[in-house]
């Protein structure tokens, strides 16, 4: 089908932050075809940083994830429900497609109801069109993107997928001076454990590379990940980890030449920056979730059990797949 007019769409992709990252191409596609139409987004207010000031963007509605996990919260979901549907949108694009955000998609009302063919907790049933996966290996940008190929609306350049917070690029720069004009930045963390690949890797990685400074990227929680890397070379590591707002975490990455990071939410911030990457993968499918259009940047031991899929490690020799690469190996990318 071709989608002749738009006035007003909602998106809904409210976490996590990598699979947020990967839906703002939709949004830049639709907006491209459609500019006068109103863009809203249902989205967890921790990620609103992201899309905040975002000149795409009319209007952010917050996901409360307890409120749907006891009945006390059903007087908020009953007044998120009226306020989208009062919005009268034109669109409803579901690109989480779980139970609840098929619901909430379809209880929007909503001219057409859009989202992706995931069989995950039945949501497809709730959907007028249903956006097929083109295979099991189809990247997850790429899939969203084909959703743009069903309503007959062009795909958007990608370049500025995440434009320029120049608030917080300039507080970077101040917080960054005197530490040279090229650096690395390091993301030693995931929310899997076993998505991580070791800390003493990392150490190692910075004392081989004794000519390069470095940056710690990270969550709060990630502060005992970074303080050693630090230890290993004070000189030249400098640790922004806990430091930053997200938005501030968005342009220390993008200022940096390159950035070595696990499989998470701050890897898909580089691929949407323009930053290049070195992927440190061990238990997930890169071609499904790596790094988008940067995939030759990852770095995975080819074992049996490699992808497992598992957020815990089963392997007799825990972590493997991700102990085994050197720091030699990821060096050896740098360059790449």
């Not at 863009?39 to 940083?49: G, V």
């Not at 590591?237 to 993008?254: C, D, H």
Request: charged share 25%; net charge positive; proline share 7%.
């Amino acid at each position: 089908m071709k989608l002749r007019s738009l006035s007003r769409f909602l998106i809904v992709k409210p976490s996590s932050l990598g699979d947020v990252i990967h839906a703002i191409p939709v949004l830049r596609g639709l907006k491209a075809a459609f500019p006068e139409a109103e863009a809203h987004w249902w989205l967890s207010p921790e990620l609103f940083p992201i899309l905040k000031e975002d000149p795409d963007i009319h209007s952010l509605h917050p996901f409360d994830r307890r409120a749907w996990r006891k009945p006390s919260g059903w007087g908020h979901l009953t007044k998120t429900v009226r306020n989208l549907r009062e919005r009268q949108f034109d669109l409803v694009l579901d690109l989480q497609s779980l139970a609840r955000s098929a619901l909430l998609s379809r209880l929007c009302r909503g001219q057409l109801t859009v989202g992706l063919e995931d069989y995950r907790e039945g949501a497809p049933s709730m959907y007028d069109l249903r956006i097929a996966r083109g295979s099991y290996e189809t990247h997850a940008v790429d899939w969203y993107l084909s959703s743009l190929d069903a309503l007959g609306v062009s795909q958007p350049s990608l370049e500025g997928w995440l434009p320029v917070n120049e608030p917080a690029a300039a507080r970077m720069r101040s917080m960054l001076a005197g530490h040279g004009a090229s650096f690395v930045a390091l993301q030693p963390g995931a929310r899997w454990k076993n998505k991580r690949w070791p800390v003493e890797k990392f150490v190692e990685l910075v004392q081989k590379q004794s000519d390069v400074s470095f940056i710690m990227v990270g969550s709060p929680d990630e502060a005992n990940l970074a303080e050693p890397i630090c230890k290993a070379a004070p000189d030249r590591v400098i640790s922004l980890v806990g430091k930053t707002t997200l938005q501030e975490a968005i342009e220390s990455i993008r200022m940096a030449d390159l950035l070595v990071t696990n499989d998470t939410g701050p890897m898909h911030i580089a691929t949407a920056v323009g930053t290049r990457v070195v992927a440190l993968f061990g238990p997930t499918n890169p071609s499904r979730t790596g790094p988008y259009q940067q995939l030759d940047k990852v770095v995975q031991t080819p074992l049996d059990c490699v992808p497992c899929m598992k957020s815990k490690c089963r392997n007799d020799l825990e972590i493997e797949c991700l102990k085994t690469i050197s720091a030699t190996q990821v060096i050896e990318r740098f360059s790449h």
